[in-house]
């Protein structure tokens, strides 16, 4: 063998462990992509799956007013659990959609100043959307601990909505739904808070 070829040789055995590291760092990155898209998979089925249960409310309580009404008129009387179960459905329903009203971006909002915003200063305007989502991460967290706080009253006294005799219905149940509801907003907040600071600070596109 000639000093060529030992130099050869000696250069790719050098070169060699810099190529394995490569293609590790590169699995590895490839692997937490994958973990980080599956959990993002899983999380939107999770809001989507509670938006789509709030809809399925809104017919089921498009039904019962029907029914009262039909009831108003042919027997001149109402029905039993109307008035009570409405409202506590109506806060049922907004409070499981607004996790989907976040992450599809439906939120009211200054648009007359944050679009020229957007495509002017990109990174200003994600600088902003960080401080407004952080701030509804915030505030929608103390909606679940006080309802948190509302939910354990109605369980240790056993509260219930209606007239004994008539019909009744315990409400835990509704206040565990609005509680679920208002945590699953408080943390897509909380992500897309998140999501504008990596913007803000250049590591990602600034998207709506």
């Not at 399925?56 to 001149?76: P, S, T």
Request: some cysteine; hydrophobic content about 50%; overall charge positive.
């Amino acid at each position: 063998m000639t000093d060529k070829d030992t130099r050869t040789s000696g250069a790719g055995t050098r070169h060699r462990p810099v190529a394995a590291d490569a293609r590790s760092g590169s699995r590895a990155n490839t692997r937490a992509s994958s973990w980080a898209s599956g959990w993002a998979r899983a999380w939107g089925a999770v809001v989507n799956a509670l938006a789509a249960f709030g809809t399925a409310l809104i017919a089921g309580l498009m039904l019962l007013l029907c029914a009262d009404i039909v009831a108003r008129n042919g027997m001149g009387a109402s029905l039993p659990l109307v008035s009570e179960l409405g409202a506590l459905l109506l806060v049922m329903i907004v409070c499981l959609q607004f996790g989907a009203t976040i992450r599809a971006d439906r939120l009211a909002r200054a648009g007359l100043f944050l679009d020229p915003l957007r495509q002017r200063r990109p990174r200003i305007s994600a600088a902003l959307e960080a401080v407004f989502s952080l701030v509804g991460a915030v505030m929608i967290g103390l909606m679940a601990w006080a309802t948190f706080g509302v939910l354990t009253t109605d369980w240790e006294r056993r509260e219930f909505i209606g007239t004994p005799g008539l019909g009744t219905l315990p409400t835990w149940p509704f206040r565990l739904f609005i509680l679920l509801g208002l945590t699953v907003a408080a943390v897509e907040f909380a992500v897309r808070s998140v999501r504008s600071l990596r913007s803000a600070a250049g590591f990602s596109e600034v998207t709506r």
